[in-house]
């Protein structure tokens, strides 16, 4: 890991470590959701040059299945959200052996169709709830000694998770795997004649990515004691675009910059109401237009140094 990478990572975990005695603490466990969500969607976006519009079926999934895993099952913590990273990791795992046999715009259709008919089963089956999800999830006791309870003990368990994800994430980018991701990105034919199997490795890179936004979203049904509708929605697979694309796509800390800026918004600007979606709208249309490789895109042009 380069130096400047090494003290980005502690100055951001010493930040993490400080923030639930400044901010609301389910607030920064939103974020850090969130941006654990945003880093997986650019896996597969910004370095296997994949553009998911499902990607809520994973997301959304995971916070069910994991919801369910502590609710009804009676699983402690660390097990639900076990539970629910499994499931995203084996429908990401069948849905992306059906979806990469398209590229380009295909691709991203089918893809959306898929998260749709997950949605539609979020509606329809018994256990989900239907309408009103499943709440009052039970945070349980990690390991079946720790209460999470407590807003402090669960946000160190939350950040544990996603900290922990977001550095398994910067290995697999840099790993040999990462670099000939980027190739196939560049130039897939070029890839092809070189030997690869593309298709493998555009499946393993779909399904790690899937699995790792399903961490996001088990971590996140805990954290709120629910999983509902929102989190399979069609526009949640929008957001964690906007966030990646903001935030800078195909760079590491990029999709973590544009998760805090949106979820920060829709957190303060809530007050506005239905308005907060065009405020959104417009920071996205000046982000694009002033900041076309994202901020930290941007930024590490300005440095001369990828970030």
């Excluded at 296997?48 to 009804?72: E, N, P, Q, R």
């Excluded at 256990?127 to 999800?133: A, I, R, V």
């Excluded at 946000?155 to 697999?172: A, P």
């Excluded at 490795?201 to 990515?209: A, E, P």
Aim: charged residues 10%.
């Amino acid at each position: 890991m380069p130096r400047l990478h090494k003290i980005i990572f502690s100055v951001l975990l010493a930040a993490l470590i400080v923030l639930p005695f400044v901010v609301y603490p389910i607030f920064a466990m939103k974020v850090m959701c969130f941006a654990l969500f945003a880093a997986a969607f650019n896996l597969l976006l910004g370095f296997g040059g994949l553009l998911s519009f499902g990607h809520a079926a994973y997301f959304g999934g995971a916070s069910y299945i994991a919801a369910h895993a502590a609710k009804v099952w009676g699983l402690t913590p660390e097990l639900a959200v076990l539970t629910g990273t499994a499931a995203a990791a084996v429908l990401g795992l069948v849905i992306g052996a059906l979806s990469i046999r398209r590229q380009g715009i295909y691709f991203a259709m089918v893809t959306l169709a898929f998260a749709q008919m997950v949605y539609f089963v979020a509606l329809q089956a018994e256990f989900t709830g239907g309408e009103d999800g499943i709440q009052s999830v039970p945070r349980g006791d990690l390991f079946g000694l720790i209460s999470l309870e407590g807003n402090i003990a669960l946000y160190f368990f939350v950040l544990t998770l996603t900290f922990g994800g977001i550095l398994l994430l910067y290995r697999i980018v840099h790993s040999p795997f990462g670099q000939v991701l980027k190739a196939i990105r560049e130039n897939e034919p070029r890839a092809i004649s070189l030997g690869y199997d593309v298709n493998r490795y555009k499946l393993i890179v779909f399904t790690l990515s899937a699995t790792m936004a399903g961490l996001a979203g088990a971590t996140k049904s805990q954290v709120f004691q629910l999983a509902s509708l929102t989190d399979v929605h069609w526009s949640m697979s929008g957001e964690v675009v906007l966030m990646t694309l903001l935030g800078g796509m195909g760079t590491i800390f990029g999709p973590l910059v544009g998760a805090g800026i949106i979820v920060t918004m829709q957190n303060y600007l809530a007050t506005f109401g239905a308005w907060v979606t065009v405020i959104q709208g417009v920071i996205f249309v000046l982000g694009v237009l002033l900041f076309r490789e994202g901020v930290v895109g941007v930024l590490a042009r300005w440095l001369k140094k990828p970030l």
